[in-house]
């Protein structure tokens, strides 16, 4: 005599399986905000609007990071020249990392202390010195 057995499978089409972001890296300047934007795409293959996508600093060890990130939005606020990778998570679902670079803003150049100066105060700088009027040359 041979017996079969059969269970009922039942899917699961609105549990969450994948989170689409887009784009996938992104640039900030110092001072400028970004929105990052992840949706959670479910089973059926839907989106699904009422997700809650929280994000992360993934590299947070290496000192390189130039930027400050709100968890629970996804702002991202440039604070000074670096990169780093941050990546978007709903339930057990994380995203591929994704990498915030922050750039100096337009005309002005980074030190190594970290602080700016504009182009025109460094060229002012660097030029060589010159004689004041008056005094003699020597010989």
Known sequence: MVTTGCTLLTADFDRIVALQIDPQDRSVVVGDTIHLAA????????????????????????????FTLDTATGIVSGVQPGFGRVQARVEEIRSNPITITVVAPAGALSTSSGARTSSQQTRQHDSPARPRRGARKQS
């Open 39 to 66: 949706q959670a795409v479910n089973a059926a293959g839907e989106f699904v609007a009422d997700a809650e996508i929280f994000w992360a600093i993934i590299d947070a060890d290496s000192g390189q990071i130039g």
